[in-house]
């Protein structure tokens, strides 16, 4: 069974900095996805960026960036240039190629200060 | 295009009420999920279809927990006698998978408070 932990419930980010998120994955399959999705206070899941266990390369897009360690299993988020508007919760997630259900970890709330 | 969107997105119903929750995938989206999310935690995935076929079920958490997609397209969660512990938000999501990426995109979710 896969796994996603999250260990930061909460952070804070001067508005115009960089902020990264942690992520750590556990699986044993060698095929995967792991995904980041910004969850503001109207409830609504927006996805932001997509790496595949495969791509060699870290993913962006836009100000998002994904740190992606393969060895480390981790996955962090990187957003960059902060706005008032990222202040939302973020939650990791991933799922096997082969099964197609997305298991999310328990979300870091993000605070953007002015 | 349109997104996914959910109907209705509020419900309030009574301990022992019946419920149907409505999704509306995203056109030409084969794959459909529905989650659980409770209050602070991240979402519980509860079921998943491919067009109309249900492959996993897995995660409904009893048998009063019923999703139908029967034309491949609009799918619904019936909740049945309802209780207070499925208080939650039911979000549905939607894939091309098997297209070309794994990325799911979800709806707005409905909140349902049993009272």
């Known amino acids: 069974a896969q796994k996603i932990t999250q260990t930061q419930p909460g952070m804070f980010v001067q508005e115009k900095e960089a902020v990264t998120l942690d992520c750590t994955y556990d699986?044993?399959?060698?095929?995967?996805?792991l995904f980041w999705y910004k969850q503001p206070s109207s409830g609504e899941m927006i996805f932001l960026i997509y790496?595949?266990?495969?791509?060699?390369q870290n993913a962006t897009e836009g100000r998002y960036s994904l740190n992606f360690q393969k060895a480390r299993k981790s996955a962090n988020l990187v957003i960059s240039a902060s706005q008032l508007g990222d202040s939302a919760m973020y939650f990791c997630a991933m799922s096997l190629v082969r099964y197609q259900k997305v298991t999310f970890g328990i979300g870091t709330k993000l605070q953007v200060i002015p | 295009g349109a997104g996914v969107s959910q109907s209705p997105r509020y419900k309030v119903a009574k301990r022992g009420q019946d419920v149907a929750l409505r999704c509306d995938p995203i056109?030409?989206?084969?794959?459909l999920f529905w989650y659980q999310q409770a209050l602070g935690q991240g979402p519980e995935f509860l079921t998943y279809?491919?067009?109309?076929?249900?492959?996993?079920k897995s995660g409904l958490p009893s048998d009063r927990f019923f999703a139908e997609r029967p034309e491949g397209s609009v799918s619904t969660l019936k909740i049945q006698r309802t209780q207070q512990e499925d208080s939650a938000v039911y979000l549905c999501?939607?894939?091309?998978?098997?297209?070309?990426?794994?990325?799911?995109?979800f709806g707005p979710g409905t909140r349902l408070t049993v009272t």
């Open positions: 999501a939607s894939s091309d998978y098997p297209g070309q990426t794994l990325e799911q995109y």
């Open positions: 056109s030409g989206h084969v794959s």
């Open positions: 699986t044993s399959d060698q095929s995967y996805g």
């Open positions: 790496q595949g266990s495969y791509d060699e």
């Open positions: 279809f491919q067009n109309e076929a249900q492959l996993d």
